[in-house]
């Protein structure tokens, strides 16, 4: 996957709304208005949230009848979830004194002392 989808993932899980219907999802199909029943605010907002989450790749809406119900795909959360095992592994590689090492007091160079 492409990095920038990896940023739209990442964006998409930023915000609280649409970490908090993937949540829902992971129960099973809804509709929008299921989606939308514990949140105050308008249906287009939560249409909105829910545009972001499939430009994301994070649900997909099908056709029955007259209903488009949402479902969830997690296979970009497994995009996230490799990314930052990736990162997690190379930190948890890095030696705790190069980790550590931003605690550290900032030496100024002009003063020739710690901040």
Known sequence: MASDDLSRILAA???????????R???G??????LAAPFAMSMPAVSRHLRVLERAGLVRRRQDAQRRP???DTGPLDVASAWLGG???????????VRTKRDAPVS???QGTAK
């Not at 990162?87 to 004194?97: E, L, M, R, Y």
Request: include cysteine; hydrophobic fraction near 50%; charged fraction near 25%.
């Open 13 to 23: 899980l930023a915000d609280p709304t649409r970490r908090a219907i993937i949540a």
């Open 25 to 27: 999802l992971v129960s």
């Open 29 to 34: 199909e809804a509709s929008v208005t299921e």
């Open 70 to 72: 949402c479902r969830l």
């Open 87 to 97: 990162i997690i592994a190379d930190a948890d590689a890095t030696p705790a004194a």
């Open 108 to 110: 100024d160079p002009q």
